[in-house]
């Protein structure tokens, strides 16, 4: 019985823990849209020499591109 109780006192810190922002959950995937010309740099981030358009959209976190000419673009759907 103390063990039953102990139990769900660590539930809702369980929950809470899967919870937060940056943690990936293996259940939620994003879809990635790799953009044609352009080189991947990190999770559906890649580096491209002009605007991708679709899904994509600059990307102003990380790092820059290596390459100054090329800008950083998001490029996932996050609607799914």
């Known amino acids: 019985m103390v063990s039953a109780k102990f139990l769900l006192a660590l539930l809702p810190l369980a929950l809470t823990a899967t919870a937060l922002p940056g943690s990936k959950s293996s259940l939620v995937q994003r879809q990635c849209f790799p953009p044609t010309g352009c080189t991947l740099v990190g999770d559906c981030e890649y580096c491209c020499a002009s605007n991708p358009g679709g899904v994509c959209h600059p990307a102003h976190e990380g790092a820059p591109c290596p390459n100054?000419?090329?800008?950083k673009y998001h490029c996932d759907d996050s609607s799914r």
Do not use: E, G, M, Q
């Open 68 to 71: 100054p000419s090329h800008t």
